[in-house]
Protein backbone atom coordinates (compact mmCIF):
# COMPACT_ATOMS: atom_id res chain seq x y z
CA UNK A 1 0.00 0.00 0.00
CA UNK A 2 1.17 3.21 -0.30
CA UNK A 3 1.84 6.05 2.25
CA UNK A 4 1.16 9.17 0.15
CA UNK A 5 -2.33 9.79 1.08
CA UNK A 6 -2.09 8.76 4.92
CA UNK A 7 -2.01 12.25 6.52
CA UNK A 8 0.63 12.65 9.08
CA UNK A 9 -0.25 15.77 11.23
CA UNK A 10 3.08 16.98 12.05
CA UNK A 11 3.54 18.08 8.45
CA UNK A 12 0.74 20.87 8.73
CA UNK A 13 3.54 23.51 8.41
CA UNK A 14 4.42 22.81 12.16
CA UNK A 15 0.96 22.87 13.50
CA UNK A 16 1.12 21.23 17.13
CA UNK A 17 -0.68 17.76 17.18
CA UNK A 18 -2.59 16.99 20.59
CA UNK A 19 -1.88 13.08 20.02
CA UNK A 20 1.79 11.42 19.48
CA UNK A 21 1.55 10.34 15.94
CA UNK A 22 4.17 8.75 13.93
CA UNK A 23 4.38 8.73 9.94
CA UNK A 24 3.55 5.66 8.55
CA UNK A 25 1.99 4.48 5.38
CA UNK A 26 -1.12 2.98 3.99
CA UNK A 27 -4.91 3.78 3.00
CA UNK A 28 -5.38 6.99 3.17
CA UNK A 29 -8.08 9.33 2.80
CA UNK A 30 -10.61 9.10 -0.06
CA UNK A 31 -9.87 5.28 -0.71
CA UNK A 32 -11.77 2.87 1.25
CA UNK A 33 -15.68 2.50 2.53
CA UNK A 34 -15.59 5.93 4.33
CA UNK A 35 -18.54 7.68 4.25
CA UNK A 36 -17.53 11.60 3.82
CA UNK A 37 -17.46 14.26 1.51
CA UNK A 38 -20.47 15.15 -0.74
CA UNK A 39 -21.68 11.33 0.17
CA UNK A 40 -22.03 12.18 3.45
CA UNK A 41 -23.53 16.04 2.46
CA UNK A 42 -25.79 14.10 0.48
CA UNK A 43 -27.07 11.98 3.37
CA UNK A 44 -27.84 14.30 5.74
CA UNK A 45 -29.54 16.67 3.43
CA UNK A 46 -31.84 13.64 2.95
CA UNK A 47 -32.12 13.02 6.83
CA UNK A 48 -33.20 17.10 7.88
CA UNK A 49 -35.66 16.90 4.99
CA UNK A 50 -37.15 13.75 6.42
CA UNK A 51 -37.22 15.37 9.60
CA UNK A 52 -38.57 18.64 8.65
CA UNK A 53 -41.76 16.54 7.33
CA UNK A 54 -41.97 14.47 10.54
CA UNK A 55 -42.10 17.67 12.65
CA UNK A 56 -45.51 17.87 11.89
CA UNK A 57 -48.75 18.50 14.48
CA UNK A 58 -48.96 14.48 14.42
CA UNK A 59 -45.79 14.56 16.62
CA UNK A 60 -46.97 17.44 19.00
CA UNK A 61 -44.42 19.26 21.06
CA UNK A 62 -42.50 15.83 21.33
CA UNK A 63 -39.29 17.52 19.59
CA UNK A 64 -36.28 20.37 19.82
CA UNK A 65 -34.59 22.35 17.29
CA UNK A 66 -31.60 24.22 18.22
CA UNK A 67 -29.91 26.38 16.17
CA UNK A 68 -26.13 26.85 16.67
CA UNK A 69 -22.62 28.99 15.33
CA UNK A 70 -19.64 29.67 17.04
CA UNK A 71 -16.64 32.09 15.77
CA UNK A 72 -12.92 30.98 16.80
CA UNK A 73 -10.10 32.56 16.08
CA UNK A 74 -6.76 33.19 18.05
CA UNK A 75 -2.99 33.18 17.69
CA UNK A 76 -0.27 30.98 17.64
CA UNK A 77 3.38 31.99 18.69
CA UNK A 78 4.66 28.75 16.81
CA UNK A 79 3.09 29.62 13.72
CA UNK A 80 3.38 33.35 14.21
CA UNK A 81 -0.35 33.76 12.86
CA UNK A 82 -4.06 34.26 13.31
CA UNK A 83 -5.12 30.45 13.58
CA UNK A 84 -8.86 29.42 13.23
CA UNK A 85 -9.10 26.72 14.96
CA UNK A 86 -8.88 25.35 18.75
CA UNK A 87 -6.71 22.57 18.73
CA UNK A 88 -5.68 21.22 15.46
CA UNK A 89 -6.76 22.34 11.78
CA UNK A 90 -7.48 18.49 11.07
CA UNK A 91 -9.41 18.11 14.17
CA UNK A 92 -13.27 18.70 14.40
CA UNK A 93 -13.79 20.89 17.52
CA UNK A 94 -13.36 23.86 17.55
CA UNK A 95 -13.57 25.60 14.15
CA UNK A 96 -16.16 28.65 13.01
CA UNK A 97 -19.05 26.89 12.01
CA UNK A 98 -23.04 26.95 11.62
CA UNK A 99 -24.80 23.67 12.85
CA UNK A 100 -28.93 22.49 14.26
CA UNK A 101 -29.07 19.93 17.02
CA UNK A 102 -32.48 18.14 16.71
CA UNK A 103 -34.31 15.67 19.29
CA UNK A 104 -37.34 13.84 18.50
CA UNK A 105 -38.81 12.06 21.71
CA UNK A 106 -41.59 8.94 20.58
CA UNK A 107 -43.90 8.07 23.28
CA UNK A 108 -47.17 6.18 23.64
CA UNK A 109 -49.61 5.97 26.29
CA UNK A 110 -47.81 4.58 28.63
CA UNK A 111 -44.52 6.90 28.55
CA UNK A 112 -41.22 7.75 26.60
CA UNK A 113 -40.57 4.66 24.31
CA UNK A 114 -37.32 5.93 22.56
CA UNK A 115 -35.36 9.13 21.16
CA UNK A 116 -33.61 9.95 17.57
CA UNK A 117 -30.90 12.85 17.50
CA UNK A 118 -29.08 14.54 15.08
CA UNK A 119 -26.37 16.67 15.81
CA UNK A 120 -24.50 18.63 12.83
CA UNK A 121 -22.19 21.18 11.76
CA UNK A 122 -20.71 23.05 8.63
CA UNK A 123 -17.55 23.89 9.41
CA UNK A 124 -14.81 26.27 7.79
CA UNK A 125 -11.46 23.83 7.79
CA UNK A 126 -8.55 25.50 7.61
CA UNK A 127 -6.42 22.47 6.62
CA UNK A 128 -8.12 22.34 3.21
CA UNK A 129 -4.86 23.14 1.74
CA UNK A 130 -2.62 20.86 2.83
CA UNK A 131 -5.48 17.78 3.12
CA UNK A 132 -6.89 18.45 -0.08
CA UNK A 133 -10.35 17.95 1.58
CA UNK A 134 -13.20 20.69 0.80
CA UNK A 135 -12.89 24.25 2.57
CA UNK A 136 -15.68 24.06 4.46
CA UNK A 137 -16.44 20.59 6.40
CA UNK A 138 -19.75 18.87 6.97
CA UNK A 139 -19.50 17.18 10.60
CA UNK A 140 -21.90 14.78 12.17
CA UNK A 141 -21.91 14.41 16.27
CA UNK A 142 -25.14 13.01 17.40
CA UNK A 143 -26.84 10.59 14.59
CA UNK A 144 -28.81 8.05 16.80
CA UNK A 145 -31.87 6.10 17.53
CA UNK A 146 -32.34 5.25 21.77
CA UNK A 147 -35.07 2.72 22.29
CA UNK A 148 -35.79 2.59 26.24
CA UNK A 149 -36.07 -1.50 26.28
CA UNK A 150 -37.05 -1.55 30.58
CA UNK A 151 -33.63 -3.10 31.10
CA UNK A 152 -31.52 -0.77 29.50
CA UNK A 153 -31.43 2.15 27.20
CA UNK A 154 -30.24 0.76 23.41
CA UNK A 155 -28.70 2.72 20.85
CA UNK A 156 -27.55 2.37 17.68
CA UNK A 157 -25.94 5.02 15.11
CA UNK A 158 -23.13 7.95 16.09
CA UNK A 159 -23.24 8.20 20.03
CA UNK A 160 -20.28 8.71 22.72
CA UNK A 161 -18.79 5.12 23.98
CA UNK A 162 -17.93 3.58 27.58
CA UNK A 163 -14.99 4.95 27.94
CA UNK A 164 -13.65 8.27 30.05
CA UNK A 165 -15.14 11.28 30.40
CA UNK A 166 -16.10 11.64 26.93
CA UNK A 167 -19.23 9.26 28.02
CA UNK A 168 -21.21 11.80 29.43
CA UNK A 169 -19.54 15.13 29.43
CA UNK A 170 -20.77 17.29 26.92
CA UNK A 171 -17.82 19.30 24.85
CA UNK A 172 -19.52 19.79 22.07
CA UNK A 173 -19.11 23.33 22.44
CA UNK A 174 -16.00 23.61 24.89
CA UNK A 175 -12.45 24.84 23.78
CA UNK A 176 -11.19 22.64 27.17
CA UNK A 177 -11.38 19.19 26.08
CA UNK A 178 -11.07 15.51 27.67
CA UNK A 179 -8.48 12.61 26.89
CA UNK A 180 -11.17 11.54 24.12
CA UNK A 181 -9.80 14.41 22.18
CA UNK A 182 -5.82 13.33 22.68
CA UNK A 183 -6.57 10.17 21.30
CA UNK A 184 -7.46 8.17 24.14
CA UNK A 185 -10.93 7.15 23.28
CA UNK A 186 -13.36 9.08 21.10
CA UNK A 187 -15.96 11.78 21.70
CA UNK A 188 -18.33 9.89 19.08
CA UNK A 189 -18.19 6.59 17.42
CA UNK A 190 -20.32 4.88 14.97
CA UNK A 191 -21.75 1.74 16.61
CA UNK A 192 -24.30 0.29 19.08
CA UNK A 193 -24.52 0.16 22.82
CA UNK A 194 -26.67 -0.18 25.97
CA UNK A 195 -26.46 2.18 29.29
CA UNK A 196 -28.56 1.72 32.67
CA UNK A 197 -28.99 3.76 35.29
CA UNK A 198 -29.12 2.58 39.05
CA UNK A 199 -30.04 4.22 42.29
CA UNK A 200 -25.94 3.90 42.99
CA UNK A 201 -24.85 4.95 39.17
CA UNK A 202 -24.52 3.35 35.91
CA UNK A 203 -23.03 0.54 33.81
CA UNK A 204 -22.41 1.17 30.31
CA UNK A 205 -21.49 -0.46 27.13
CA UNK A 206 -20.78 -0.56 23.78
CA UNK A 207 -19.82 -1.92 20.52
CA UNK A 208 -18.43 0.72 17.70
CA UNK A 209 -16.19 0.76 14.77
CA UNK A 210 -13.19 1.87 16.12
CA UNK A 211 -13.26 5.12 13.39
CA UNK A 212 -14.78 7.83 15.41
CA UNK A 213 -15.95 10.84 13.02
CA UNK A 214 -15.73 8.64 9.82
CA UNK A 215 -17.77 5.67 9.03
CA UNK A 216 -15.06 3.16 8.38
CA UNK A 217 -15.28 -0.85 7.88
CA UNK A 218 -11.47 -2.52 6.86
CA UNK A 219 -11.45 -5.82 9.88
CA UNK A 220 -11.71 -2.68 12.66
CA UNK A 221 -13.59 -2.51 16.04
CA UNK A 222 -13.74 -1.31 19.40
CA UNK A 223 -15.35 -2.68 22.80
CA UNK A 224 -15.73 -0.38 25.90
CA UNK A 225 -17.26 -0.89 29.30
CA UNK A 226 -18.05 1.65 32.02
CA UNK A 227 -19.57 1.00 35.83
CA UNK A 228 -19.68 4.21 37.78
CA UNK A 229 -20.66 5.50 41.69
CA UNK A 230 -22.48 8.67 42.35
CA UNK A 231 -25.16 10.27 40.89
CA UNK A 232 -23.47 13.24 39.40
CA UNK A 233 -26.99 15.80 39.71
CA UNK A 234 -27.68 14.42 43.23
CA UNK A 235 -24.56 13.31 44.92
CA UNK A 236 -22.24 16.34 43.42
CA UNK A 237 -19.81 13.14 42.46
CA UNK A 238 -19.58 10.38 39.90
CA UNK A 239 -16.07 8.12 39.80
CA UNK A 240 -16.05 5.96 37.03
CA UNK A 241 -13.76 2.46 36.11
CA UNK A 242 -13.50 2.28 32.36
CA UNK A 243 -11.73 -0.04 29.83
CA UNK A 244 -11.87 -0.50 26.21
CA UNK A 245 -10.32 -3.00 23.73
CA UNK A 246 -10.03 -3.56 20.17
CA UNK A 247 -8.32 -2.81 16.72
CA UNK A 248 -9.46 0.90 15.83
CA UNK A 249 -8.71 3.20 12.95
CA UNK A 250 -6.34 5.66 14.05
CA UNK A 251 -8.12 9.06 12.87
CA UNK A 252 -7.71 12.71 13.80
CA UNK A 253 -11.37 13.92 12.42
CA UNK A 254 -12.01 12.75 9.43
CA UNK A 255 -8.56 11.97 8.35
CA UNK A 256 -6.77 8.65 8.77
CA UNK A 257 -3.19 8.50 10.19
CA UNK A 258 -2.65 5.80 10.39
CA UNK A 259 -2.44 3.14 7.97
CA UNK A 260 -4.38 -0.33 9.01
CA UNK A 261 -6.46 -1.00 12.43
CA UNK A 262 -4.11 -1.15 15.31
CA UNK A 263 -4.50 -3.05 18.67
CA UNK A 264 -5.51 -1.34 21.58
CA UNK A 265 -6.21 -2.12 25.21
CA UNK A 266 -7.12 0.49 27.81
CA UNK A 267 -7.86 0.87 30.97
CA UNK A 268 -9.13 3.93 32.59
CA UNK A 269 -10.65 5.98 35.78
CA UNK A 270 -12.57 9.35 36.06
CA UNK A 271 -13.52 11.19 38.53
CA UNK A 272 -16.36 14.44 38.79
CA UNK A 273 -16.55 16.41 42.10
CA UNK A 274 -18.47 19.40 42.66
CA UNK A 275 -18.05 21.67 45.93
CA UNK A 276 -20.00 24.69 46.25
CA UNK A 277 -18.75 26.65 43.03
CA UNK A 278 -15.89 24.81 42.58
CA UNK A 279 -15.59 21.64 39.95
CA UNK A 280 -13.10 18.95 39.98
CA UNK A 281 -12.83 16.31 37.08
CA UNK A 282 -9.79 14.46 36.74
CA UNK A 283 -9.54 11.19 34.17
CA UNK A 284 -6.53 8.78 33.47
CA UNK A 285 -6.08 5.87 30.68
CA UNK A 286 -3.03 3.78 30.69
CA UNK A 287 -2.71 0.10 28.32
CA UNK A 288 -1.48 -0.09 24.75
CA UNK A 289 -2.30 1.40 21.21
CA UNK A 290 -0.23 2.06 18.23
CA UNK A 291 2.03 -0.99 19.32
CA UNK A 292 3.32 1.03 21.98
CA UNK A 293 2.52 1.45 26.00
CA UNK A 294 0.87 4.16 26.76
CA UNK A 295 -0.38 6.09 29.35
CA UNK A 296 -2.15 9.76 29.86
CA UNK A 297 -3.94 11.95 32.91
CA UNK A 298 -5.98 14.91 32.91
CA UNK A 299 -6.93 17.23 35.65
CA UNK A 300 -9.78 20.35 35.27
CA UNK A 301 -10.61 22.31 37.98
CA UNK A 302 -12.88 25.19 37.39
CA UNK A 303 -14.86 27.87 39.75
CA UNK A 304 -17.49 29.79 39.25
CA UNK A 305 -18.57 32.96 39.54
CA UNK A 306 -22.15 35.09 39.70
CA UNK A 307 -25.29 34.62 39.54
CA UNK A 308 -26.44 31.46 38.01
CA UNK A 309 -22.55 30.44 37.86
CA UNK A 310 -22.35 32.48 34.59
CA UNK A 311 -18.58 33.34 34.84
CA UNK A 312 -16.23 30.58 35.37
CA UNK A 313 -12.31 30.29 35.10
CA UNK A 314 -11.07 26.89 34.61
CA UNK A 315 -7.30 25.21 34.40
CA UNK A 316 -6.26 22.23 32.81
CA UNK A 317 -3.01 20.60 32.47
CA UNK A 318 -2.85 17.35 30.43
CA UNK A 319 0.48 14.71 30.35
CA UNK A 320 0.39 11.76 28.20
CA UNK A 321 3.35 9.42 27.57
CA UNK A 322 3.69 7.18 24.14
CA UNK A 323 6.58 4.74 24.15
CA UNK A 324 9.72 6.58 24.92
CA UNK A 325 7.67 9.76 24.17
CA UNK A 326 6.03 11.91 26.38
CA UNK A 327 4.13 15.26 25.92
CA UNK A 328 2.02 17.87 27.81
CA UNK A 329 -0.39 21.04 27.65
CA UNK A 330 -1.66 23.51 30.30
CA UNK A 331 -4.02 25.51 29.84
CA UNK A 332 -6.24 27.91 31.30
CA UNK A 333 -9.81 29.07 30.46
CA UNK A 334 -12.28 31.40 30.73
CA UNK A 335 -16.27 31.47 29.98
CA UNK A 336 -18.77 34.09 30.38
CA UNK A 337 -22.39 33.60 29.75
CA UNK A 338 -23.19 37.10 28.20
CA UNK A 339 -27.10 35.64 27.61
CA UNK A 340 -29.35 32.85 27.79
CA UNK A 341 -27.76 32.31 24.32
CA UNK A 342 -24.72 33.54 23.79
CA UNK A 343 -21.52 32.50 25.82
CA UNK A 344 -18.06 33.93 25.04
CA UNK A 345 -15.08 32.06 25.53
CA UNK A 346 -11.40 32.82 25.98
CA UNK A 347 -8.32 29.88 26.28
CA UNK A 348 -4.32 30.40 26.83
CA UNK A 349 -2.62 26.86 25.56
CA UNK A 350 1.25 26.22 26.18
CA UNK A 351 2.13 23.35 24.22
CA UNK A 352 5.04 21.64 25.36
CA UNK A 353 5.92 19.58 22.30
CA UNK A 354 5.79 22.31 19.98
CA UNK A 355 7.48 24.87 22.69
CA UNK A 356 4.10 27.18 21.33
CA UNK A 357 1.97 29.47 23.28
CA UNK A 358 -1.93 29.26 21.79
CA UNK A 359 -4.83 31.69 22.63
CA UNK A 360 -7.97 31.12 21.50
CA UNK A 361 -11.49 33.40 21.63
CA UNK A 362 -14.85 31.38 20.88
CA UNK A 363 -18.26 33.28 20.82
CA UNK A 364 -21.00 30.52 20.75
CA UNK A 365 -24.30 30.93 19.74
CA UNK A 366 -27.22 28.24 20.80
CA UNK A 367 -30.57 29.23 20.28
CA UNK A 368 -33.56 27.03 20.97
CA UNK A 369 -35.80 27.70 17.72
CA UNK A 370 -38.70 24.84 17.98
Do not use: C
Amino acid sequence: MSDENVLNPYELHGTPSPRPLPQTGGEGKGEGDALRGNDLLKLLIGIVLVLLISASPAFGKSYLLYLEAQGVGGYSEEKDEAIYYSMNPVDVMQKPSVGFDYLQRFSSETGDWGSFALQMRLAYNEAYRDTGEEEFQVQLYNAFFKYKAGFADLWIGHSRIAFGLASYLDSHALLLQPLAMYGYGYDRDWGVGATRDFDWGNVSIAYSTGSGMPLEFDGNYLVSARASYGVLSRDNYNIGFSSTYGKPIETIGYEKIMPDPTKTFLMGADFTYFWNNIENRFEAAAGEKMDEDTYAFLWRIGVNFLDEDRLKLEAQPVYWKSGDDWFYEISGGVSYKLTSDITLRGMYTYDGQMNDNRVVFQIYWYYKLL
